[in-house]
């Protein structure tokens, strides 16, 4: 049997992607869509405590595209947390307005192909790991996200690589990750179990163009040229209260 890679997980992930029912939005009267508003504003205002406590983060961004309208993506303790933000959000005036278009489940993840070395201490115990499995999620300009899978076809097979290989190839992945350091921040999200691809690849950049730039060099690398298959990618503008109120504006 082959040695699967050891994984550390931290918080659990929902993408969350909605379209707008412009139709029933423009069609509302003022009355209806202030109190959609006001709840929309407290719903998202429920967030900020979260953070500062440590204890999850959220944020929300526009999808640029006809595969939905925003996405709201919160990290949270426990799978149950999820749904009930999920489930608070459908029971805003506001949900009335919107339709489901996408979600994702994951949990934030990091393998040990990269560890090696270290202090040899509980790697839960190093701040470093820490901000990574627990990450506050940035307010960079523009989100990317997509599902992807490791190929498990008979001549490609990333399951069926010894460790060694393995590790190798995912060097060489990190060295060009690493090329975008400060232009891309990345999280990676494992998904074996919860949802229908392997992992989710949440990126965040304040220039879009970097996303493609990274993806595309990744492409020519062996571990995305070979084992590689991906979802449908979602990219989208920042929101803030503000903004999302003025997007909204009729
Ligand atoms: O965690 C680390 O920084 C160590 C190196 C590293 C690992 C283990 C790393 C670095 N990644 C790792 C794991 Mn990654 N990553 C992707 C994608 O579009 C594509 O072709 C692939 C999508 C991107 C864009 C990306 C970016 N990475 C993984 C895994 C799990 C593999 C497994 O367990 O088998 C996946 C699916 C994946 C996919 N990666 C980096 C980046 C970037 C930008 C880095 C550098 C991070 C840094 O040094 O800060």
Redesign the pocket.
């Known amino acids: 049997m082959n040695e699967a ?1 050891l ?1 550390l997980e931290g918080w659990y992930a929902l993408h969350d992607f909605r379209s707008l029912n412009w139709t029933a939005w423009t069609a509302a009267d003022d009355e209806e869509r202030a109190v959609a508003m006001d709840e929309l504003n407290a719903f998202i205002q429920e967030w900020s405590p979260v953070e500062e406590a440590k204890v999850g983060s959220s944020t929300m961004y526009s999808i640029v595209g006809q595969k939905a309208d925003f996405v709201m993506m919160h990290l949270r303790e426990s799978l149950e947390e999820l749904n009930k933000l999920e489930t608070a959000f459908n029971k805003t005036a506001f949900a009335r307005f919107t339709l489901k278009a996408y979600s994702y489940v994951s949990i934030v ?6 560890a090696g070395g270290g202090d040899g201490g509980d790697p839960l115990q190093n701040p470093h790991v820490i901000a ?1 499995l627990k990450p506050v999620l940035p307010k960079a300009n523009h989100i990317c996200f ?1 599902p ?1 899978n ?1 190929k498990r076809e008979l001549a490609d097979n ?1 399951y069926m690589l010894d460790m060694a290989k ?1 590790r190798e190839l ?2 060489s ?9 400060g232009k ?3 999280i ?1 999200s ?1 998904s074996v179990g919860l949802d229908d691809w ?2 989710g ?1 949440t ?1 965040f950049a304040e220039d879009a163009l970097q ?1 493609k730039k ?2 595309y060099e ?2 020519f ?1 062996e ?2 040229a070979r084992y ?1 298959e ?1 979802g449908p990618f979602y990219v989208g503008n920042l929101l803030t209260p503000e903004s999302f109120e003025e997007m909204l504006k009729l």
Do not use: P
């Not at 993840?109 to 990269?114: D, F, G, H, I």
């Not at 060009?176 to 350091?181: P, Q, S």
């Open positions: 890679a994984t993840e990091l393998s040990n192909y990269a990574r997509y992807m490791k990333w393995r995912m060097h992945h990190g060295l060009i990750g690493r090329g975008y350091a891309v921040k990345q990676i494992g392997e992992w690849v990126l996303f990274l993806v990744m492409r690398d571990v995305s590689g991906f």
